[in-house]
């Protein structure tokens, strides 16, 4: 802790760094060169105030003597501290004395708001901090209004600065925090406080410290060792300089014997020693008392001048504001005029350009019946003016009625009242017995209603300081925290910035990893042992990490609980899962702000549901989350006719009757969505809902019973509408609205139709894919099958799953060649590169997922493949189906053929075997 000074330096001068001027050492640092006021602005003008460094502004020291409310245990007692500011840290310090050099504690204005109420004592006022409530009180209501609004000021100035962002800092973070310092704000809720300088400031140093009712009342016991090192300072600090009776704030000494202060200078330049480098703080505090008494009388004329300017200003405004708009309705009336001429002059030159006189006698007539109709509509006015001409007739009558009966009544009211006042007088004669004791009851009365008078009117005034201050008070917080709100945003857009940039870097660390991996085979063993630790650490990292702020962390399960990163058995392909979804928080955490911010406002202003081109558009870019069931469940409603009580019959029957298909559900149920937790155990909660849906179903459409496939198409609708009777009808218009006839039928005939309409699409839109296919007998149909069968449950990431989903249940299966075609143009390039039919294989069984940029994938589908018409799509649909009809035709005459023909073959050769029995008889 730091100690007083020694007995090198200038002795006596007990006044520590606190009393110093902020940056005294700049080049105006003795005061006397720059003005100080003594008015405070006003709080709209104090949102107004730039920071700027201290060598060009000069402000006074907000320091003085304050009662704060000590409490020890049931003991409340006040007692008398000296406080001061500190501009670099915006704390307000407190000591015993003006003279101490360590301070008894602090509180931080920063993050505290200020109060006074109007039924405390005078002058008691509270600064609340998050932990504590500080309850001081000022010497005077004037002095407590000064130490508010001059709090207020520092507070408003410390924010500001605080707010702002070092130079080198990202220009994604600075951009919103522009010129947001010197925000006119025009709100004047408090008058400014003329400054009490005898007791705040420098000067109220030299003043003796206000006493109490004992010595020991004003001594800090929380604080014994603070209070020692103080009074061991002041001591030896008044005995080297001033002897026993001086006074270290004796202004007056200095102003009437300048000489001492060039001595007393003198010595401390002498004196002074890197061990204490206050002096020459010090002595420009001696300078700045002696000006400050003479600065007073200079800036009062000035003060009311600029207030006249400014009132004037306002004024001429006020009036051009006016004139403006009046000069706005004049503008919109020549618009009109404009508009009307220019229709004329339209309507003449085609009269004048007219070839034939056919044409002309045309526009003739068109202006006959213009003429007509506003002739219509003139009398239709006229007689509807009539007609209000009446009605107001009617109600002037109706007012005169009603003026004469009030004329009425206030005659019959002011006849009353005369009698009252008459019977009043007569009551008051008669009741005045002795004349002397009515004077004296009604001077007591008097006085006591006086005394009251003014008893309301000091509560009233008190109330309107109040109400002013709490209004200024709550103006300035609700402006700091729309500042804080508006920094902590755009340092969260930096952090996930920052984010992003970690998730690539991490993602390229594990695409190294990978290629390494490749090339173990190839490296020293030592080297070959420390790539493998590294590939088993990097898949041992907690997905989790990275994020304290819990911004956007890619955890384990996402909304929906698809596992991010996919358990699979191959090391391989942990790493390309890993790398995937490291790829998809980066991109996720660049477009939150940019794209997905903007779009989840615009759902959050659709109101009620209604089919539209501005609603297609949407639902292609995504559905967010906290929307997506609602618009399901719209989507579904509008083709599913719900029927009362049909999903619970279905159930009753399900329970009743066992449904042949029911061993096939029982298989299928634990292979349905192995990667999501809600369905990963057979003791799940979703396990039973969705046995339940494939039931009813079943027995909803017994043309096609149960197909597998149908259980992950019934999990998704349960995943994201929660409810099983909503899933089973989304299950109910996939199978029988979406998607065409005999999709899921024993023969699954639409279903190879389709493939074979989607090999004549990627032959035409991408030729170089195919013809690379067909160069490597590549049948994509084996890793296409079953993208149409689920709509791609189970190859896409969930997050671009649900986006095809969004967009597939509002426009139905030509949304899964879209996607299908984006799938393969979207890797065209990998493909491409390979050049073994195996190696094709393998990463076609795989490739899907590692697709990471959702929005790319979604251009490419609805905006690089145009145009797609449907009518395209029924009429290859109709032209296959056509085709493999007639091949199923052949294969079974084939089939047909073959069993007859092995029928004949075997009954010829049971008939040899007999003969030959009989031969052997």
């Known amino acids: 802790m730091k100690k007083g000074p020694g007995s090198g330096a200038c002795p006596g001068v007990g006044v520590p760094d606190k009393i110093t001027e902020p940056n005294s050492g700049g080049s105006g640092s003795n005061g006397a060169s720059a003005k100080e006021k003594d008015v405070l602005p006003s709080p709209g003008e104090l949102e107004n105030i730039q920071l700027k460094p201290s060598s060009e502004t000069h402000r006074k020291k907000l320091c003085g003597y304050l009662n704060k409310l000590g409490i020890r245990g049931p003991i409340k007692t006040w007692k008398s501290r000296w406080f001061i500011y500190d501009e670099n840290k915006c704390h307000l310090l407190y000591y015993r004395t003006a003279q101490d050099i360590n301070p008894l504690g602090s509180i931080d204005l920063s993050t505290a708001c200020f109060d006074c109420k109007a039924e405390n004592d005078e002058g008691v006022f509270e600064i609340r901090t998050p932990n504590r409530v500080f309850t001081l009180k000022a010497i005077s209501k004037q002095a407590m209004m000064y130490w508010l609004q001059q709090l207020q000021v520092r507070r408003w100035e410390f924010c500001s600065a605080q707010s702002r ?32 300088t005898e007791v705040v400031g420098l000067q109220a140093a030299s003043l003796p410290a206000p006493q109490t009712a004992t010595a020991l009342q004003n001594i800090s016991l929380k604080h014994p060792w603070t209070e020692i090192q103080n009074t061991v300072y002041n001591i030896c600090g008044s005995k080297q300089l001033w002897g026993n009776d001086g006074n270290v704030f004796n202004f007056n000494k200095f102003q009437e014997h300048p000489e001492q202060e060039a001595e007393v200078e003198a010595q401390c330049t002498v004196k002074e020693t890197p061990e204490d480098g206050r002096m020459e703080s010090r002595l420009n505090l001696f300078r700045k008392a002696k000006w400050m008494n003479s600065s007073l009388t200079e800036e009062q004329p000035r003060e009311r001048n600029s207030m006249d300017k400014v009132n004037v200003l306002q004024q001429q405004m006020l009036t051009l504001t006016e004139e403006v708009k009046s000069q706005k309705e004049l503008v919109k009336l020549l618009h009109k005029a404009l508009e009307a001429a220019q229709q004329e002059k339209r309507v003449s030159s085609m009269y004048l350009t007219a070839a034939e006189d056919k044409d002309r006698l045309e526009l003739v007539r068109h202006k006959v019946r213009q003429i007509a109709d506003l002739t219509s509509r003139l009398e239709a006015l006229e007689q509807e003016k009539k007609e209000l001409e009446q009605i107001l007739t009617l109600r002037d009558s109706h007012i005169q009625e009603l003026k004469e009966h009030v004329q009425l009544l206030m005659e019959k009211n002011h006849a009353k009242q005369q009698v009252i006042m008459a019977l009043t007088e007569q009551m008051a004669r008669e009741h005045s017995d002795p004349l002397q004791e009515a004077n004296t009851i009604t001077a007591e009365t008097l006085y006591k209603q006086q005394e009251e008078i003014e008893h309301l009117k000091d509560d009233i005034d008190a109330y309107k300081t109040q109400n002013q ?196 559900i029982e298989l299928d149920l634990p292979r349905t969505l192995t990667n999501n937790k809600h369905f990963s155990s057979p003791t799940s909660q979703l396990i039973p ?76 839109k991408l030729p170089r894919l195919m013809a690379h296919f067909e160069h490597y007998q590549i049948d994509v149909s084996l890793i296409t099958f079953n993208w149409f069968l689920v ?81 395209l799509l029924r009429n290859r649909r109709r032209i296959h189906r056509g085709e493999l009809e007639t091949e199923l035709c052949e294969l079974e005459q084939i089939k047909a053929a073959y069993v007859k023909g092995r029928a004949e073959q075997g009954s010829r050769g049971l008939e040899e075997v007999v003969s030959e029995e009989e031969e052997e008889i």
């Open 689 to 764: 809902k969705l046995r339940r849906v494939l039931l009813a179903f079943s027995w909803h459409n017994p043309a096609i019973g149960y197909c597998q496939g149908l259980n992950r198409l019934a999990a998704v609708a349960l995943l994201v509408l929660e409810d099983e009777e909503n899933a089973f009808w989304c299950l109910v218009h996939i199978v029988e609205n979406l998607m065409p006839a005999d999709y899921y039928s024993d023969t699954l005939i639409t279903s190879q139709v389709d493939q074979r309409v989607f090999k004549d699409f990627l032959a035409e």
């Open 791 to 871: 709509a791609f449950v189970d190859s896409l990431v969930s997050d671009i799953l649900l986006r095809v989903w969004d967009a597939f249940l509002y426009e139905g299966t030509k949304v899964i060649f879209r996607y299908a075609l984006a799938i393969f143009k979207y890797n065209e390039e990998e493909i491409l590169r390979i050049h073994d039919s195996v190696e094709i294989y393998q990463y076609l069984r795989f490739f899907t997922r590692m697709i990471v940029d959702g929005r790319k994938l979604m251009n490419i589908a609805f905006n690089d493949l145009n145009p797609f018409p449907m009518k």
């Open 165 to 196: 962002f070092p130079v080198g800092s990202s220009q994604l973070v600075n951009e919103p925090l522009v010129d947001r310092t010197n925000v006119a704000d025009d709100e004047g809720f408090l008058p400014p406080v003329k400054t009490p």
């Open 469 to 664: 201050f709490l209004n200024s008070e709550i103006h300035q917080v609700t402006r700091l925290w729309t500042r804080v709100a508006e920094n902590e945003k755009a340092l969260l857009m930096k952090c996930a910035y920052l984010q992003a940039q970690n998730c690539q870097m991490e993602s390229k660390y594990l695409t190294v990893l990978r290629k390494l991996q490749e090339t173990v085979c190839g490296l020293p063993s030592s080297h070959a042992e420390l790539v493998r630790n590294l590939i088993q650490e990097a898949l041992r990292w907690d997905v989790k990490e990275g994020a304290d702020l819990n911004l956007d962390p890619v955890s384990e399960y996402d909304e929906y609980g698809f596992m991010t990163v996919p358990d699979y058995e191959v090391e391989d392909w942990k790493l390309l899962a890993k790398i995937q979804a490291l790829e998809m928080k980066s991109n996720n955490l660049r477009s939150q702000e940019v794209v997905e911010k903007p779009l989840r406002d615009r759902w959050n202003s659709i109101g009620e549901l209604s089919p539209s081109a501005e609603l297609k558009s949407l639902i292609r870019s995504g559905i967010p989350v906290e929307h997506r069931q609602r618009v399901w469940k719209w989507i579904v409603s509008q083709h599913c006719s719900y029927l009362p009580d049909h999903y619970q019959r279905l159930l009753r029957q399900s329970k009743s009757t066992e449904h042949p298909a029911c061993r096939q």
